[in-house]
């Protein structure tokens, strides 16, 4: 190992000199590989060492670049062009940093590290710091950590001290405890033949460690607190002659502060760090924790081991009342329990147990062996492995498309954006954050133990979904999810939390894919159970978007299956084989064991049919029962038909499955299952007795839409339909995908712009100003009004839908006035545009121009539009042209019209001048 360790280095050094000529950042662990013909772990790990030892630089990219110390630091070139090599955000040209020792430092414990790093750079002398935690967390080794690091930077001397003292020691003798920490001179006490330095001097300059610190007596802690305020003490003994001296204390306690220490001494103490039990660390860090200490003794008797899986699962799920330190000790005691069987065995490897385990916790293997989690674990003697790099979600391109991801979710759920879109974007990022995964980062992973062990849960989990559902995972399949895992392990969501809503988010992505939310929820509880971990609510949204490209070519709504069935596991087994032979998701399985009711089971289907879309209708296989008393339960869930047949067979349902993907008519797909089956069906047709409703909209806003709506309902007099104000944006967003289409029978739309629903008529606000909305209306209203009315309904439109009426009613301003202002500005546009304005683009303009007047003045402008930053680049002159036309209404009514208000301006005239080119 140490002949290939020169190795590296010796080529690090002269690929390190070459740099300057060809431009590059530094030195991989795989070009070294290839090199040297090592593996790349194994470069890795000895280029880390070198790292670590201070013989190298590390650039802490992707992939991780490395460069010889001496030839950065004495080569000006050199650090000019790493200098102009854009390393990324989080990241730069690395000095050895000894929290990396700690696990858990860049995870679990990444708080803890932050606050002891400012303890010791604080300025100008650094902060007192207390550590609490139970007996063996790790308060020691942090403490020690900290003195590194404040020599590591030259905070401190490189000579300077590390003074530790336990008070537990003296805490029966008070006056020994203080000579000890004070010093004392000749005669203070009995014994005290000399003068002898205490601690506080002994630590001049550097630190000083007590732990056990709440042993030490009320009476020591206030002689304590005075050194702390002024830096000065007496030796036990002294009456007159103050001393000094420069010490950075750090304490440690396992008991809480505020009952073991008084209030004068712990105000003195600004940072409390407090370190949790070993049971509560993520399993990534506990797994990596064993595998160091047994690579530990596997070193120091020059063997490899191997630990069974059960031994392992003991290790990581067992409460150890002495944390860390006794895990050690545990483990070391196997491997000396093991030994005398190696000694034995012909096979030279060192196999370690569940009897090899100490009788403490071999008492509590039944309890805790309830199906294993990891495979065995080999550990060798000569590579260590790292469970994750430290900097685990420190990549700018994953962070960039995780907010880029975040951002259209909620574009999405403020109506910025149509469902179209919003599946492309998400589709597009989550191919972006796949092509850097697979072809990209992966091999920062891919030796670590964590993930080796997670990958083989992930592939167990996996084949449990495709014998559920059916889907067929390809390729790389199990290396995302192992990735999302690896690199989402520590609750990323925290640093995203006050800039996005997770739960609206995780509700948007569940209303959108349904079906690869309900498997993406179903994989991380299976996730959760068998590694141990909570996982982030990120991960259910990533890993929903990947599962959903596994079926993109079937991703239109097809009726909605499910399979009820008596039996612990007869309805599952069927789904199971149905969905595999099928290839996709089509049939969700209902057990309903004997000592199940009806009620019951009816209870857990409608909450599943509550939360999926059912507007193609639902169909569901029985085993027996009342097909009436089934449909009782769900006729006000389902917003499509029913279909259910009973005597379920696997038969039945495969042909079952094969018509919905062919995207037959749920009626056709019962009635002909039966016939091929000789079974019994029944199929309700939807009822569609939906109240009628006329809906009105407008492009600028609800509130323009409203007051249309109050002067149309004035023209329909008591006739039975609804008139409702609807936003624009979802209407156009949506399309009859919409909710306001399932709570009502839309007859028509109204508004100042077409919405684009090929399903329902249109009628244009200009429309009704020129009296030419009579087909239309009479079109909407048939069946509801007789001819009769429908002709008194035009009449009143007529009358009431005059330009004059309408924008004396949708604003405040005098009409009068307005409609002359306006005729200015749109004269003006007219002539400058050198275009024709048909008489309903003029009427378009007049209500809108009007209302818009009106936002400006009430200082209510709308200020976003979609693709403003584009609208600028390409529509400056027509931007001028609108200004120039305003100028005169702008003046009087001291009004200025934003850029947003111009491009709605733009919209309107470009439906109706296709060529507008401005």
């Known amino acids: 190992m140490k002949r290939n360790k020169d190795k590296v280095y010796n080529f690090l050094k002269v690929m390190s000199l070459d740099l300057c000529n060809n431009k590059k950042r530094g030195v991989t662990a795989s070009e070294i590989s290839k090199e040297l013909n090592i593996k790349r772990n194994v470069a890795s790990h000895l280029l880390n060492e070198l790292y670590m030892e201070g013989k190298a630089i590390k650039i802490n990219t992707r992939p991780v670049y490395f460069i010889d110390r001496d030839a950065y630091e004495n080569n000006s070139i050199l650090q000019k062009t790493v200098g102009h090599v854009e390393i990324g955000r989080g990241t730069a040209v690395e000095k050895y940093d000894p929290f990396d020792k700690i696990i858990g430092s860049h995870g679990s414990l990444r708080e803890q590290v932050k606050m002891c790093k400012s303890a010791a750079t604080y300025p100008p002398d650094g902060l007192p710091l207390l550590l609490i935690g139970n007996s063996g967390t790790g308060k020691s080794f942090m403490a020690q950590v900290v003195y590194e690091y404040a020599k590591n930077n030259k905070i401190i001397a490189e000579d300077a001290p590390y003074v530790i003292f336990n008070c537990a020691e003296y805490a029966d003798n008070p006056e020994l405890l203080s000579a000890n920490l004070f010093g004392f001179v000749k005669g203070a006490f009995t014994g005290a033949d000399k003068d002898k330095i205490g601690l506080l001097e002994e630590a001049n300059g550097g630190y000083l460690f007590l732990d056990e610190v709440h042993r030490l007596t009320p009476e020591g802690q206030e002689k304590l607190f005075l050194f702390l305020d002024k830096g000065i003490f007496r030796r036990l003994g002294e009456s007159n002659n103050w ?101 034995m065995d012909s096979v030279k490897i060192l196999k370690i147990h569940l009897y090899d385990l100490p009788a403490e916790i071999k008492t509590k293997v039944d309890f805790i062996l309830t199906g294993s989690i990891f495979s065995s674990m080999f550990v060798s003697k000569d590579i260590p492995k790292d469970y994750a790099p430290n900097d685990i979600f420190e990549d700018s391109t994953i962070n960039k498309e995780t907010e880029v991801l975040l951002d259209s979710i909620r574009d999405y759920k403020n109506n910025k954006t149509d469902i179209r879109n919003f599946k492309k974007k998400m589709t597009t990022t989550i191919d972006k954050v796949l092509d850097k995964i697979i072809f990209e980062d ?65 509700n948007i992505i569940e209303d959108v894919f349904p079906k690869e939310f309900l498997i993406a929820k179903k994989m991380t509880g299976l996730i959760e159970v068998n590694l141990d971990m909570k996982t982030d609510r990120l991960i259910l ?38 969905n595999r032979l099928l290839g996709q998701f089509i049939f969700e399985a209902f057990d309903m064991p004997i000592e199940m009711s009806i009620q019951e089971i009816m209870h857990k289907i409608c909450s599943y049919l509550k939360g999926i879309n059912t507007s193609s209708g639902v169909i569901i296989l029985v085993d027996m029962g009342s097909l009436e008393e089934i449909y009782r339960s769900i006729g006000d869930i389902v917003n499509g038909d029913i279909g259910i047949v009973n005597n379920i067979t696997t038969q039945l349902a495969i042909g079952v499955g094969n018509k919905i993907i062919r995207g037959e008519e749920l009626e056709k797909v019962v009635s002909e299952s039966v016939a091929e089956n000789n079974n019994r069906y029944k199929f309700i047709k939807y009822n569609r007795n939906k109240k009628d409703a006329i809906i009105v909209t407008c492009m600028t806003g609800i509130g323009v839409a409203v007051k249309i ?111 002359d202002q306006v005729e200015i500005i749109i004269n003006d546009l007219e002539r400058r545009l050198k275009k024709y304005f048909t008489n309903d683009l003029k009427i378009s303009l007049y209500i809108h121009i009007s209302c818009l007047i009106e936002r400006l003045v009430m200082k209510e402008p709308i ?54 080119k401005l």
């Open 442 to 506: 992966i091999e920062n992973y891919n030796d670590t133990v964590f993930y080796n062990e997670t990958k083989k849960v992930i592939q167990n989990i996996l084949k449990i979904m495709e014998n559920l559902y059916g889907i067929r995972y390809y390729g790389n399949a199990s290396i995302v999810f192992t990735y999302l895992i690896n690199i989402m392990y520590d609750g990323i969501t925290k640093k995203l939390e006050g800039n996005y809503d997770f739960e609206a988010a995780l």
């Open 709 to 819: 709506r109050d002067l149309f309902a004035k023209c329909l007099m008591d006739n039975n339909i609804e008139i409702i104000a609807y936003d624009y944006n979802k209407l156009k967003g949506n399309g009859t995908e919409d909710k306001i289409f399932k709570e009502y029978e839309v007859k028509l739309i109204i508004g100042t712009i077409n919405p684009g629903i090929q399903e329902i008529q249109y009628l244009s606000l200009e429309d009704l100003i020129l009296s030419k909305g009579y087909s239309a209306l009479k079109k909407a209203l048939k069946n509801i009004a007789g001819k009769e009315d429908v002709e008194k309904i035009n009449q009143a439109i007529v009358k009431l839908f005059s330009l004059q009426n309408v924008i004396e009613n949708i604003t405040i301003l005098n009409s009068n006035k307005i409609i």
């Open 541 to 578: 949204i990533y890993f929903t978007l990947y599962i959903n490209t596994f079926n993109q070519e079937n991703n239109g709504e097809n009726i909605t299956a499910v399979i009820i069935s008596h039996g612990y596991s007869t309805a599952s087994s069927i789904a199971s084989v149905a």
């Open 243 to 343: 001393r000094s001296s420069k010490v950075r204390f750090i304490f440690a306690t396992t008991e809480e502060p505020s009952l073991s220490l008084i209030n004068t001494f712990l105000r003195r103490i600004p940072l409390v760090v407090s370190i949790p039990d070993l049971f509560g660390r993520p399993v990534q860090e506990k797994l990596q924790m064993i595998y160091n200490f047994y690579q530990e003794e596997s070193k120091n008797i020059g063997i490899d081991i191997v630990v069974s899986k059960q031994v392992m699962d003991v290790l990581l799920k067992i409460n150890i009342s002495g944390n860390i330190g006794k895990l050690k000790n545990a483990i070391k005691y196997s491997c000396a329990s093991a030994y005398g069987a190696y000694v």
């Open 863 to 916: 200020m976003s539009y979609k693709g403003m930053d584009e609208f600028k680049q390409c529509h400056r002159q027509f931007i001028n042209y609108v200004e120039e036309s305003f100028s005169v209404i702008a003046d009087v009514y001291k009004i200025e019209i934003p850029v947003s208000e111009i491009a709605y301006i733009y919209d309107i005239i470009n439906l109706k001048i296709s060529d507008l």
